[in-house]
């Protein structure tokens, strides 16, 4: 036999869904209001190609970006978070032991209360290279592993290898904070990958002859002429301008030696 819902059931039940449905309304604005002040929290940081920007946080903190790189950074009561969009980075870090400060870059995280260190994407791999202090890096579903001054690491999805850096290799890489680009017996493939980090137009390698021809010394970023000048005097490089601003590197064959028998 079918119930029958008086009327003072059926207006019960209409306040109820009323009820239900205005407080579930109050929930969603307040997530959204929660969301966008989360999302207003964010600053993000960029660099044009060529430009290279010093960023003083809100703890005092810097944030140095190399050439076309991006960061967003978040700070809060609890902890100090920034993520490392593209390109390279470096961090003077405020000690803190009441906040961590975090750094996310793909499937790593750097973790520290204070002290300073540089992370750079590369296409396959994060270098990780430590100049003060200590810090604690994860990645993937590798356990933590602590990595202090004058060492560094690798880091892959499916890898974390540590490594101990000679202070030559931690100058060469912390160069740029100098705008510098230091080469140590690099090979020209290498260099011009390098300076074309800086370049709007990039250096082409025209000849594979070329490719594994070594070149040392040092140069301003800005500078890519001495560079290219360095390689024509000092190797079988001939540099060919193109009309977009690039450059192209050919091989320069050497005139045959004169005969000094009769």
């Known amino acids: 036999?079918?119930?029958?819902?008086?009327?003072?059931?059926?207006?019960?039940?209409?306040?109820?869904?009323?009820?239900?449905?205005?407080?579930?309304?109050?929930?969603?604005?307040?997530?959204?209001?929660?969301?966008?002040?989360?999302?207003?929290?964010?600053?993000?940081?960029?660099?044009?190609?060529?430009?290279?920007?010093?960023?003083?946080?809100?703890?005092?903190?810097?944030?140095?970006?190399?050439?076309?790189?991006?960061?967003?950074?978040?700070?809060?009561?609890?902890?100090?978070?920034?993520r490392l969009l593209k390109g390279e980075a470096s961090f003077d870090v405020t000690h803190d032991p009441q906040r961590a400060f975090e750094v996310e870059a793909r499937s790593a995280l750097v973790r520290t209360v204070g002290t300073s260190f540089n992370l750079r994407l590369r296409p396959a791999l994060i270098e990780l290279t430590v100049t003060q202090g200590a810090v604690t890096v994860r990645c993937g579903n590798h356990s933590p592993r602590r990595v202090s001054a004058g060492n560094g690491a690798v880091l892959q999805p499916r890898s974390l290898v540590l490594t101990h850096l000679d202070p030559k290799v931690i100058r060469q890489r912390t160069a740029w904070r100098r705008k510098l680009v230091h080469l140590e017996g690099e090979t020209i493939e290498q260099a011009a990958g390098e300076f074309n980090r800086y370049r709007a137009a990039p250096i082409l390698i025209g000849d594979p002859r070329v490719s594994s021809l070594r070149i040392g010394g040092q140069f301003h970023i800005a500078d890519s002429g001495k560079f290219l000048s360095a390689l024509q005097s000092r190797l079988p490089v001939r540099v060919v301008d193109g009309e977009d601003g690039s450059v192209m590197l050919l091989y320069r064959d050497l005139p045959p030696r004169a005969n000094s028998g009769n």
């Open 1 to 82: 036999m079918a119930e029958i819902v008086s009327e003072e059931q059926q207006r019960r039940l209409s306040r109820n869904i009323m009820i239900a449905a205005a407080v579930a309304l109050v929930l969603f604005i307040l997530a959204a209001i929660v969301t966008v002040q989360t999302l207003n929290d964010v600053d993000r940081y960029e660099t044009r190609i060529g430009e290279i920007r010093t960023i003083a946080l809100a703890d005092g903190s810097r944030l140095h970006l190399n050439s076309d790189s991006a960061a967003e950074v978040r700070f809060t009561k609890n902890g100090r978070k920034v």
